[in-house]
DNA sequence: TCGATAAATCGAACGCTGTACAATAAATAA
DNA sequence: TTATTTATTGTACAGCGTTCGATTTATCGA
């Protein structure tokens, strides 16, 4: 067969993003499969391959999906909470959709660039943007003097919950009897923004 | 070919887990072959699948490995250390092992046990014994009475840094411009010990 | 409207993977 | 010496990502 009408350029992308997030969410990174995507929206590998020009750079596009979605998420739960509620609804959040999107989440870091490629623009713009969104609200609660380092900061918290939320999600925590992996997560983040002199509970 | 006597069961194993853990290093979990192994050695694929069961029971037997080889380099480098500066080496240690052994670090977090297998005993006896070495040099460092939950503080604190060290080498931290993220995660811990009254710089 | 060009899609081939299993050879037990 | 257990092999199978020539269709120019 040549070439078909049946969908134009975006909306082929889009169906195969589609498709391939949930073939992703379903399976997981390590059985996911770029045929199996193919096979279910009636296409042929290479018409796959030639969209996304290998399956890394769909793994990527998935991933990216998932951090616009999850960026998205996030500001939905913050809506209707004011001040000193919202950075717990930040750390809530997180572990939330890691949960709730347990195989999506966990393809973000389970997939590697392989080497001599790069990362996508689209993957790296969202992963910017989510991060933007955490930044916002820790530089609302930290004393405006401390504004400089914030962005350094707000990596730093970041890297913290998502230590926690890692350990949970791959069975660490479950391991070494901790139980309430969130509410840890929390207390760590607390901690700092106090030692800043961050604004919370007042 | 039938039985051999080149090697004794345990001699075998030991080859291939030996061999194992130089192929997991030099390409990385998403490339680590079985088949790759047995070749180096000579054995034919179904060998070392007779060995080990199948390819999730060898690689968990060389992220034991990994884990018992990580207790003792930290072990060495507590050594001529006194007081104050332990927690440091250790989160140093932390960083310094990921980045050395970077392959063999990320396979043990890119490894998912699969659904219906559970993990092996010598993995969760080395994954615990690395975190009590750890544990040890927390309760030293905290006052007398808070010992109770020390250890659901320890995991805390191991999760911090690992989030800060999983950052680093997934390159996340480089994409939001973060340059040194070992003393960033030192922060953090010393700032949770501090919070706890921590006999820190005494 | 017709022809040339460009783009899209397929399907087969290639080399790789993990797994399963029957055949075989050697070590061990009786 | 014979029978039995055990280790090892090689092959077969289904799946994977990637490559690429062939084919069909859309698009554009004249």
């Not at 950075?87 to 870091?109: K, M, P, Q, S």
């Not at 009897?177 to 700092?192: D, I």
Request: aromatic content about 6%.
């Amino acid at each position: 067969m040549g070439r078909r009408s049946d969908h134009g350029r975006e909306e082929l992308e889009a169906l195969i993003l589609d498709t391939g997030r949930e073939v992703m969410a379903e399976s997981g990174y390590a059985r996911f499969s770029a045929r199996e995507v193919a096979k279910r929206i009636g296409y042929s590998v290479g018409t796959v391959m030639h969209v996304f020009g290998n399956v890394d750079g769909l793994v990527m596009e998935i991933n990216a999906r998932t951090f616009r979605h999850w960026s998205e998420w996030l500001e939905d739960r913050l809506e209707g909470t004011e001040g000193r509620g919202r950075i717990l609804v930040l750390v809530r959040g997180y572990f939330d959709f890691a949960e709730t999107h347990r195989n999506l989440w966990a393809a973000i870091y389970e997939h590697r660039v392989p080497e001599g490629m790069d990362m996508s623009e689209t993957l790296a713009a969202q992963r910017v943007r989510l991060t933007g969104v955490i930044a916002r609200e820790v530089a609302a609660v930290l004393p405006p003097n401390d504004a400089g380092d914030a962005a350094e900061l707000t990596s730093s918290l970041i890297a913290t919950v998502h230590g926690h939320c890692a350990f949970m999600l791959g069975g660490t925590f479950a391991l070494l009897g901790v139980e309430h992996p969130a509410e840890l997560a929390a207390a760590r983040v607390m901690e700092t923004l106090q030692a800043r002199g961050a604004l919370i509970g007042a």
